[in-house]
């Protein structure tokens, strides 16, 4: 092997400029840079929202369910307050959806954020009785930011 043959071998190579973005949305999200398409992540988008619809049925169902067992109603607070299944559904829905626009905007990453199951037995066996709706989910919004201020430190 001559001289110059090894060493075109054993000189690395640029990498390749990285394609041209085609759109604002592309290049807001940096999509093409990444090494996807914006149809790639409009069907990841779409699987993604199918796979976590269940909770804007799921999230109302726990708040009436563990209070109601046999029939389906509106569980009571300490005053006798109801939180009203539509109001439920809707909250959910707009929640999870604010939020994983705030992670696509702010955080430019592609994950969804939807509310978590786990505190819903806490806030309905444990909280509610004791307390009322606002003062219950206030208690919710409480642990989310001491949540919050612990990830950010």
């Known amino acids: 092997m001559s001289p110059s043959a090894s060493a075109a071998v054993n000189d690395p190579q640029p990498p390749p400029p990285p394609p041209e973005s085609r759109n ?3 290049r807001f999200f940096k999509i093409t840079q990444r090494g996807s398409s914006v149809g790639r992540e409009v069907r990841g988008g779409l699987a993604t929202f199918f796979a976590m619809a269940y909770i804007i049925v799921l999230n109302p169902m726990a708040y009436i369910i563990v209070l109601n067992p046999i ?3 509106a569980g009571h607070d ?13 909250v959910t829905a707009l929640m999870a959806g604010l939020t994983t626009l705030l992670m696509g905007v702010i955080g430019n990453v592609p994950i969804a954020i ?3 199951l786990g505190i819903n037995a806490v806030v309905s066996l444990q909280l509610a009785p004791k307390m009322s709706w606002p003062d219950a989910m206030g ?5 989310g930011l001491v949540l919050m201020l612990l990830v950010a430190s």
Request: glycine content about 12%.
């Open 78 to 90: 300490k005053y006798e307050s109801y939180l009203d299944n539509g109001q439920l559904v809707t």
């Open 71 to 73: 029939i389906l109603g």
């Open 114 to 116: 939807a509310a978590g």
């Open 139 to 143: 208690m919710v919004v409480l642990a």
């Open 24 to 26: 604002a949305v592309d």
